[in-house]
């Protein structure tokens, strides 16, 4: 079966520096979440969309950005990159709203140096 | 504040035996319970889901216990093997909002 795909799987930028990372929800589900985990912490929510409007809001730096796009991809776009940064950021997909199973993706590690 | 709290942090069983994981909630309005199981390196994996209209729930080895009146739930692993060697999560999460609150984790090793 399908699951979730993000993009890039590693990434290693510098302070001050920009990234983009993407997620591809599983086929169908039009609901996707953002979440954040630092080293042995649990996975933090940061944000997330249901049919390309944001639906709810969590720990999110104002540095960060995120959105969803007509195909249900979803971009979270990080600026002026700091070390606390670092962690491994997962996006997960649901269908329907108020559907509660989450599915997640393999998460990028983001690394800044 | 940890809205949902995990116990024990650590976990060392040996194969064959039953882990047991506690989770407690404060919030009366959470309505959906999954349980995760991460390897490292990778995403967390929904293992099983229980609501609270539902004292129990069972999926092959693992079983969800749930008490709404103490706000407690639990993963039992039956028949742990070395390959359940791994961090699980509980989670909730309510009607209307579409985040999960996390618990801290729980390092489960079973031991060969």
């Known amino acids: 079966a399908a699951g979730v795909i993000q993009s890039p799987r590693h990434l290693i930028k510098e302070k001050r520096e920009t990234a983009t990372l993407k997620c591809y929800p599983i086929?169908?589900?039009?609901?996707v979440y953002w979440y954040q985990q630092g080293p042995g912490q649990d996975p933090q929510f940061l944000i997330s969309?249901?049919?390309?409007?944001?639906?709810d809001k969590g720990s999110i730096p104002d540095r960060f950005s995120a959105q969803q796009f007509s195909d249900y991809h979803s971009e979270l776009n990080m600026s002026s990159l700091e070390l606390g940064d670092s962690a491994l950021y997962f996006c997960?997909?649901?269908?329907?709203?108020?559907?509660?199973?989450?599915?997640f993706g393999p998460g990028t590690r983001l690394t800044v140096t | 504040q940890q809205q949902v709290k995990q116990s024990p942090q650590s976990l060392i069983v040996q194969k064959g035996g039953i882990s047991i994981i506690n989770c407690a909630y404060e919030n009366t309005a959470f309505d959906y319970f999954p349980w995760y199981q991460q390897f490292p390196g990778k995403g967390p994996a929904l293992l099983i889901a229980i609501r609270p209209d539902v004292s129990e729930k069972k999926e092959g080895r693992f079983t969800i216990s749930f008490n709404k009146s103490a706000k407690q739930f639990s993963l039992h692993i039956m028949d742990s093997q070395p390959g359940d060697s791994a961090t699980y999560f509980c989670?909730?999460?309510?009607?209307?909002?579409?985040?999960?609150?996390f618990g801290t984790g729980t390092r489960l090793k079973v031991l060969a």
């Open positions: 086929p169908r589900h039009d609901t």
């Open positions: 997960a997909s649901s269908l329907g709203q108020g559907i509660h199973e989450q599915y």
């Open positions: 989670a909730a999460s309510m009607s209307g909002t579409y985040k999960y609150i």
């Open positions: 969309f249901y049919e390309k409007m944001q639906s």
